[in-house]
């Protein structure tokens, strides 16, 4: 290498050091080599065409007046890029053939700046153009769609600061996770959707982890893993979609973790959901696991049997439907695994109603969620709630019922009138009279500090999720 290119592109740095930020300096300027002096022009080389491109739009000025600084007002700049040979992982330099030259002047400095074939666009649209990017997003899936209660109101909240200022938040990135059908794709739509309205100029894209993956084997295949992700390094904000299954794919895993860096770095918001928490991902690389946690981690859970109620009428009112509270009642009580089955049992329901000519009732309700039911459920009764609980804490049933003061106990019994409230039909002056004649206004202070409680101690809310589970089984 020619020392008097080193020393004046050292010298150059020394400079930009100085006015650009640290991670900005570490980003886009370390990683360029000086390869040669002739004259007034150094050669450099840079590590992608992408990281070219973003020199040209960003840093031409600083660049100019550096080195004019340098090597005087004839000063020009040219660049080698790295392309990838695509064989076996390794890779080459080329100088970029001669062809129409772009020349910026700033302070009578010219920067010569060969452009090279534009990349490809995964999505088969012709060309490359920021606004020409399908977002690949269903517009039934917004906000208003998506009723907040107590098991999604952290997501949700996060997901609307998110869609208001993508990039500029804390929750970057924003993990949401949960079961099948609790609403983790309409979450991450939603938020795409609210960018693209809120920010029109904003490039979001919504993919799959499957597509991803099958998008990076084609590339691969073609030699053209340059091209995808620096395709993907240009997003404003990425939504990734059940990212569990990047655990079978270790080499789109690398290609993922270079472009979440690009566009992090860049001040970009990624968007990951995932049918588990970060920390119980099997599979993954450790380093994207830490940079999943850097963010904000929001879980869907099962809604409980007042939230499932207000699904259904929301779900009604936005159709133009209407059905007897009853029948509304019994559907919520025995469609209790997640929203998608309780939104289908709806759209059964209808179906047998408008095929058979027949009004909605109770009766129909259980002929039809007999195929969403493998079996009859049994009515559970307030005392075997509280055995079950009483048995989970260890705590003696007698206790229970004593009007003491001990943590352990308060939160049994608490819980106990949670899940009496949600899993039984009794009213809130008969569920009181359970625990020891406690009237009615006990119940509500109770459940209202599970709820609280579940918002802000997860050890808390796990146990309540826990003993959520073994109440539905016992009803089985």
Same mark, same amino acid.
């Given at each position: 290498?020619?020392?008097?290119?080193?020393?004046?592109?050292?010298?150059?740095?020394?400079?930009?050091?100085?006015?650009?930020?640290?991670?900005?300096?570490?980003?886009?300027?370390?990683?360029?080599?000086?390869?040669?002096?002739?004259?007034?022009?150094?050669?450099?080389?840079?590590?992608?065409?992408?990281?070219?491109?973003?020199?040209?739009?960003?840093?031409?000025?600083?660049?100019?007046?550096?080195?004019?600084?340098?090597?005087?007002?004839?000063?020009?700049?040219?660049?080698?890029?790295?392309?990838?040979?695509?064989?076996?992982?390794?890779?080459?330099?080329?100088?970029?053939?001669? *062809?129409?030259?772009?020349?910026?002047?700033?302070?009578?400095?010219?920067? #010569?700046?060969?452009?090279?074939?534009?990349?490809?666009?995964?999505?088969?649209?012709?060309?490359?153009?920021?606004?020409?990017?399908?977002?690949?997003?269903? #517009?039934?899936?917004?906000?208003?769609?998506?009723?907040?209660?107590?098991? !999604?109101?952290?997501?949700?909240?996060?997901?609307?600061?998110?869609?208001?200022? #993508?990039?500029?938040?804390?929750?970057?990135?924003?993990?949401?996770? *949960?079961?099948?059908?609790?609403?983790?794709?309409?979450?991450?739509?939603?938020?795409?959707?609210?960018?693209?309205?809120?920010?029109?100029?904003?490039?979001?894209?919504?993919?799959?982890?499957?597509?991803?993956?099958?998008?990076?084997?084609?590339?691969?295949?073609?030699?053209?893993?340059?091209?995808?992700?620096?395709?993907?390094?240009?997003?404003?904000?990425?939504?990734?979609?059940?990212?569990?299954?990047?655990?079978?794919?270790?080499?789109?895993?690398?290609?993922?973790?270079?472009?979440?860096?690009?566009?992090?770095?860049?001040?970009?918001?990624?968007?990951?959901?995932?049918?588990?928490?970060?920390?119980?991902?099997? *599979?993954?690389?450790?380093?994207?696991?830490?940079?999943?946690?850097?963010?904000?981690?929001?879980?869907?859970?099962?809604?409980?049997?007042?939230?499932?109620?207000?699904?259904?009428?929301?779900?009604?009112?936005?159709?133009?439907?209407?059905?007897?509270?009853?029948?509304?009642?019994?559907?919520?009580?025995?469609?209790?695994?997640?929203?998608?089955?309780?939104?289908?049992?709806?759209?059964?329901?209808?179906?047998?109603?408008?095929?058979?000519?027949?009004?909605?009732?109770?009766?129909?309700?259980?002929?039809?969620?007999?195929?969403?039911?493998?079996?009859?459920?049994?009515?559970?009764?307030?005392?075997?709630?509280?055995?079950?609980?009483?048995?989970?804490? !260890?705590?003696?049933?007698?206790?229970?019922?004593?009007?003491?003061?001990?943590?352990?106990?308060?939160?049994?019994?608490?819980?106990?009138?949670?899940?009496?409230?949600?899993?039984?039909?009794?009213?809130?002056?008969?569920?009181?009279?359970?625990?020891?004649?406690?009237?009615?206004?006990?119940?509500?202070?109770?459940?209202?500090?599970?709820?609280?409680?579940?918002?802000?101690?997860?050890?808390?809310?796990?146990?309540?999720?826990?003993?959520?589970?073994?109440?539905?089984?016992?009803?089985?």
């Amino acid at each position: 290498m020619n020392n008097s290119a080193e020393l004046v592109w050292s010298k150059c740095l020394t400079i930009i050091k100085d006015i650009v930020e640290w991670q900005h300096f570490k980003t886009w300027f370390e990683p360029i080599k000086p390869v040669e002096l002739k004259g007034d022009v150094l050669l450099i080389q840079v590590p992608s065409q992408f990281f070219f491109e973003y020199l040209e739009e960003n840093y031409v000025p600083l660049l100019a007046n550096t080195l004019k600084r340098e090597l005087g007002k004839n000063a020009k700049l040219e660049y080698r890029i790295i392309v990838d040979s695509g064989n076996k992982g390794k890779s080459g330099s080329m100088d970029i053939p001669a *062809g129409p030259v772009k020349h910026y002047t700033n302070n009578e400095v010219n920067f #010569p700046l060969v452009i090279n074939n534009p990349v490809k666009n995964p999505f088969v649209i012709p060309g490359l153009k920021k606004m020409q990017i399908d977002p690949q997003l269903n #517009p039934i899936y917004n906000f208003d769609t998506f009723l907040e209660s107590d098991c !999604n109101r952290v997501a949700r909240r996060a997901g609307k600061t998110v869609a208001e200022k #993508p990039g500029a938040n804390s929750f970057n990135p924003l993990v949401i996770y *949960g079961g099948v059908g609790l609403g983790k794709t309409h979450v991450a739509q939603a938020i795409g959707n609210e960018v693209k309205k809120m920010h029109p100029n904003k490039v979001v894209l919504y993919v799959s982890s499957e597509k991803f993956i099958n998008q990076f084997q084609d590339h691969s295949r073609n030699n053209a893993i340059n091209d995808f992700i620096h395709f993907y390094q240009l997003i404003d904000v990425l939504i990734i979609d059940d990212v569990q299954f990047f655990a079978r794919a270790e080499k789109s895993q690398d290609a993922f973790f270079a472009i979440f860096n690009h566009l992090h770095q860049s001040g970009k918001q990624l968007v990951l959901t995932s049918d588990k928490a970060p920390k119980d991902l099997d *599979g993954l690389q450790e380093r994207l696991l830490s940079r999943f946690r850097w963010g904000l981690s929001a879980d869907l859970m099962v809604p409980d049997y007042e939230a499932r109620i207000e699904i259904l009428k929301q779900k009604m009112y936005n159709d133009g439907l209407e059905m007897p509270q009853d029948v509304i009642n019994y559907v919520a009580y025995n469609i209790n695994t997640n929203v998608r089955e309780l939104e289908g049992a709806l759209i059964s329901l209808l179906a047998q109603s408008s095929l058979n000519k027949r009004e909605i009732d109770l009766e129909l309700a259980k002929k039809v969620l007999r195929n969403f039911v493998k079996t009859s459920t049994k009515e559970l009764t307030i005392d075997a709630i509280q055995k079950l609980v009483c048995e989970y804490f !260890n705590v003696p049933y007698d206790r229970l019922l004593e009007k003491t003061r001990k943590r352990e106990i308060v939160q049994a019994r608490q819980i106990s009138m949670y899940l009496a409230k949600t899993f039984t039909k009794n009213s809130l002056k008969n569920i009181g009279e359970h625990f020891g004649g406690r009237d009615h206004t006990t119940v509500i202070h109770s459940c209202q500090t599970v709820k609280d409680l579940m918002d802000t101690d997860s050890i808390f809310r796990e146990n309540v999720v826990e003993l959520t589970q073994k109440v539905q089984l016992a009803a089985i």
